[in-house]
């Protein structure tokens, strides 16, 4: 069951914003930057000058996000192109790589099949609570911020394949793959894909991608992470898989 909206219910959501949006993409990445920093600023100081330039921050944060200027509308001034793209040029964030580990397929299999460990090597987690075959995921966000959703397994092949995704109706439409492949030395070569998309648009993915978010670059970071840890353990330290299979 897939949690997408009907094709001509999709493209109404798709385009309905873009008919008020009044501010041009790169003001809006300076709104964001100031606004973000305004509000923070703002919290800082506190009193009523804090209050002030933290409410002041909060508009410029809401006029990067939206792209809707309410001065630009009375005065008529509109600073977007009919053909500009969204904030980033995408509404979604799409990773893919490979990485090897020198540990065999079920040990990697097992590490990461308890998906509470995700958050130890992948920096744009905060923590993954699991209950039998679904999961509450939390993500870091700018400023604080977090975004979560939960999640369920949709393939559980042990020590070769694991896959999962959002549930319908979730904040964040995302799913995610590993195969874990054997290699000639003893290893694993892990294959990874992982697919984002906010419920909300490119907001919250803008901001990911703008506070040093989401990249294939940082996903190999994290799996260089996960290799040099499970390098350094014993497979009893692994621990046994208590998360029910799909």
């Known amino acids: ?26 003001e809006r990445w300076l709104s964001l930057v100031a606004g973000g920093t305004a509000l923070a600023q703002g919290m800082r100081r506190g009193g009523l000058s804090g209050a002030l330039l933290g409410a002041g ?18 005065l008529r001034i ?3 192109s009919a053909n500009e793209r969204s904030l980033l040029g995408a509404e979604e964030i ?20 308890q998906l509470e460990n995700l958050p130890r090597f992948m920096r744009h987690l905060k923590s ?16 604080g911020l977090t975004l979560s959703w939960d999640s369920q397994i949709v393939h559980d092949t042990p020590n070769e394949r694991l896959a999962w995704r959002s549930v319908p109706g979730s904040r964040m439409d995302t ?24 419920s909300a648009g490119a907001v919250v993915l803008a901001a990911a991608r703008w506070f ?10 994290d799996l260089n992470d996960l290799g040099r840890a499970l390098e350094m353990r014993d497979a009893e330290e692994l621990g046994p898989i208590t998360a029910a299979h799909a």
Not at 186 to 198: A, I, S
Not at 212 to 221: A, D, H, I, P, W
């Open 1 to 26: 069951m897939s949690s997408n909206p009907p094709a001509h219910q999709a493209d109404s959501l798709r385009h309905a914003p873009l008919l008020r949006r009044n501010v041009g993409r790169a």
């Open 57 to 74: 921050g909060g508009y410029l944060l809401f006029r990067g996000v939206t792209g809707h200027c309410a001065l630009y509308r009375l």
């Open 78 to 80: 509109r600073t977007t």
């Open 94 to 113: 799409r990773l893919s790589t490979r990485m090897h580990v020198f540990r065999p397929p079920h040990e990697v299999y097992r590490y990461w099949r």
């Open 128 to 143: 993954v609570t699991v209950d039998g075959n679904r999961s509450h995921w939390i993500a870091r966000g700018p400023l």
């Open 175 to 198: 799913r995610g793959e590993v195969r874990f492949k054997p290699t000639r030395d003893g290893g694993t070569l892990l294959e990874v894909e992982m697919y984002y998309r906010p």
């Open 212 to 221: 040093g978010g989401l990249s294939e670059k940082m996903l190999r970071r």
